[in-house]
């Protein structure tokens, strides 16, 4: 599968205003712009387990394919969605718990990165990661 293996953070785009729209606030901002975070993805057909691990915590998370699920940012946002493959394209599309507002997030393989894209209230950021 595509997305198989182990991904470290390269590099982001527009992420620090990316958070600043989200609501995050300039420390924890800071601090998120280093948190070294590793993503090990796992696909077994509809099925993916993913391990996030980052400075501030390590979170494995098991998900289908279109089923609405629960998850947290590291800042503490609670989301609630799901993951759909559209193409070779992972789009997952959540809702904020708090505030009832949608973010939009994007995986896809361009060349030997891993490219995260995300949209909120019309602001675009991008996290790469290479393998490792």
């Known amino acids: 599968?595509?997305?198989?293996?182990?991904?470290?953070?390269?590099?982001?785009?527009?992420?620090?205003?990316?958070?600043?729209?989200?609501?995050?606030?300039?420390?924890?901002?800071?601090?998120?712009?280093?948190?070294?975070?590793?993503?090990?993805?796992?696909?077994?057909?509809?099925?993916?387990?993913?391990?996030?691990?980052?400075?501030?915590?390590?979170?494995?998370?098991d998900f289908t394919l279109g089923v609405t699920f629960e998850y947290s940012l590291a800042d503490g946002t609670e989301l609630s969605g799901s993951w759909n493959l559209e193409g070779d394209m992972m789009k997952g599309v959540f809702t904020r718990k708090d505030n009832g507002k949608q973010l939009t997030t994007t995986r896809v393989i361009q060349g030997d990165e891993l490219v995260q894209s995300y949209n909120y209230e019309g602001v675009d950021a991008k996290r790469i990661f290479k393998r490792g």
Request: charged letters at 30%; zero cysteines; hydrophobic letters at 35%.
């Open 1 to 61: 599968m595509t997305f198989n293996g182990s991904w470290k953070i390269d590099r982001s785009e527009n992420y620090e205003k990316f958070m600043e729209q989200m609501g995050i606030n300039m420390v924890k901002r800071k601090l998120a712009a280093h948190d070294n975070l590793k993503i090990v993805i796992e696909q077994t057909g509809d099925k993916f387990h993913i391990k996030e691990s980052s400075t501030f915590r390590t979170l494995e998370i």
